[in-house]
T-cell receptor, first 111, second 114 residues
Framework: ELKVEQNPLFLSMQEGKNYTIYCNYSTTSDRLYWYRQDPGKSLESLFVLLSNGAVKQEGRLMASLDTKARLSTLHITAAVHDLSATYFCAEGFSGNTPLVFGKGTRLSVIA | DTEVTQTPKHLVMGMTNKKSLKCEQHMGHRAMYWYKQKAKKPPELMFVYSYEKLSINESVPSRFSPECPNSSLLNLHLHALQPEDSALYLC?????????????FGDGTRLSIL
């Protein structure tokens, strides 16, 4: 069974602090995605990670991929309130196939 | 603005009504998807169309009927829905071979069944 596990599922952070969200996936997929979702909104693509050791950064967010450990991380640096949202990781496969999503991490950044 | 357009944005319907959700993309993607998302849960796959043919049906009840009239359009026909079908319905598209591109999601239709 395909399974993607994220942790933590809930995260309350103080502004200015750093934290990491972890995503373990169970199969040898060839791509890993991170999405952001604001309440009542759609999913916004953040990162696409394709190869072992891949690292991508956008603003205060940095994502990495370790295919040997089947682990991806999303690191948050100096959190700000605007980062409050739910973050999903999802594994993808070749061909026109659906994504397998983790349960999501609900992030709340507080002053 | 998203490149996948869904209409309507909100829909309230009774259990005996018939309605349709529409999705359109002009990115040349040949795969289109319907996902259902309940509050505080990840999206759940309902259907996949690949090259306008239904390739995956995740055991969705027959009161949901998908249709892909052409490569840019995807419909979801609704009939005799139940209150538990209330959810956010998301359409997405992707293209095989574009490994560095994500699935693109529409803004969704928020469906409420009375």
């Amino acid at each position: 069974e395909l399974k993607v596990e994220q942790n933590p599922l809930f995260l309350s952070m103080q502004e200015g602090k750093n934290y990491t969200i972890y995503c373990n996936y169970s199969t040898t997929s060839d791509r890993l995605y991170w999405y952001r979702q604001d309440p009542g909104k759609s999913l916004e693509s953040l990162f696409v990670l394709l190869s072992n050791g891949a690292v991508k950064q956008e603003g205060r967010l940095m994502a990495s991929l370790d295919t040997k450990a089947r682990l991806s991380t999303l690191h948050i640096t100096a959190a700000v309130h605007d980062l409050s949202a739910t973050y999903f990781c999802a594994e993808g496969f070749s061909g026109n196939t659906p994504l397998v999503f983790g349960k999501g991490t609900r992030l709340s950044v507080i002053a | 603005d998203t490149e996948v357009t869904q209409t309507p944005k909100h829909l309230v319907m009774g259990m005996t009504n018939k309605k349709s959700l529409k999705c359109e993309q002009h990115m040349g993607h040949r795969a289109m998807y319907w996902y259902k998302q309940k509050a505080k849960k990840p999206p759940e796959l309902m259907f996949v169309y690949s090259y306008e043919k239904l390739s995956i049906n995740e055991s969705v009840p027959s009161r949901f009927s998908p249709e892909c009239p052409n490569s840019s359009l995807l419909n979801l026909h609704l009939h005799a829905l139940q209150p538990e079908d209330s959810a956010l319905y998301l359409c997405a598209s992707s293209q095989e071979g574009q490994r560095d591109q994500p699935q693109h999601f529409g803004d969704g239709t928020r469906l409420s069944i009375l």
